[in-house]
C-alpha cells in the first residue's frame, strides 16, 4: 500500500497559522480525491477537507472559513492552509488519497494514507 508524506506541522499559537502539504508522488496515479483528517487526542479521526480532481474543496463543518485546501496537479500536492487557529485544531492531521470517494465527513473508502504530521495550538 503506497504511503502518502505529509509535511508542514509544528506549533502555532492561538490565531496564528500553519500550512501542511501532501506529496502524492509515490502514487501511480492521479487520485480522484485527496483530503486531509485530524484526530486530537481520545477522539475520532474527523474530516477536515476533501477535495476532488478538477473540483473544488469540502470541508468540515468546524472549519468554518479558517482553512483553505489546494491541489497542485503539477506537483501532485495537495495544500492546507490553516489560519485564525485554536487550541481545539491541535491534533494529528493525515492526508488520505482515494480513487472511488470524495467525502469529508467520513474516512471510508481511502485506501492511501500518510503518517500525520503534529499540529499543537497553544494559547
Known amino acids: 500500500q503506497e504511503q502518502l508524506y505529509e509535511s508542514g506541522g509544528g506549533s502555532a499559537q492561538a490565531g496564528g497559522s500553519l500550512r501542511l502539504s501532501c506529496e502524492t508522488s509515490?502514487?501511480?496515479?492521479?487520485?480522484?480525491?485527496m483530503a486531509w483528517f485530524r484526530q486530537a487526542p481520545g477522539k475520532e479521526r474527523e474530516g477536515v477537507a476533501s477535495f476532488v480532481v478538477g473540483g473544488r474543496p469540502f470541508y468540515g463543518d468546524f472549519v468554518q472559513g479558517r482553512f483553505t485546501a489546494s491541489r497542485n496537479y503539477v506537483k501532485r500536492t495537495l495544500d492546507l492552509q490553516m489560519d485564525n487557529l485554536t487550541r481545539e485544531d491541535t491534533g494529528m492531521y493525515y492526508c488520505?488519497?482515494?480513487?472511488?470517494?470524495?467525502?469529508?465527513?467520513?474516512?471510508?473508502?481511502?485506501?492511501?494514507w500518510g503518517q500525520g504530521t503534529q499540529v499543537t495550538v497553544s494559547s
Open positions: 509515490i502514487l501511480r496515479y492521479t487520485p480522484y480525491c
Open positions: 488520505a488519497a482515494s480513487s472511488t470517494v470524495c467525502r469529508v465527513h467520513t474516512d471510508d473508502g481511502y485506501t492511501s
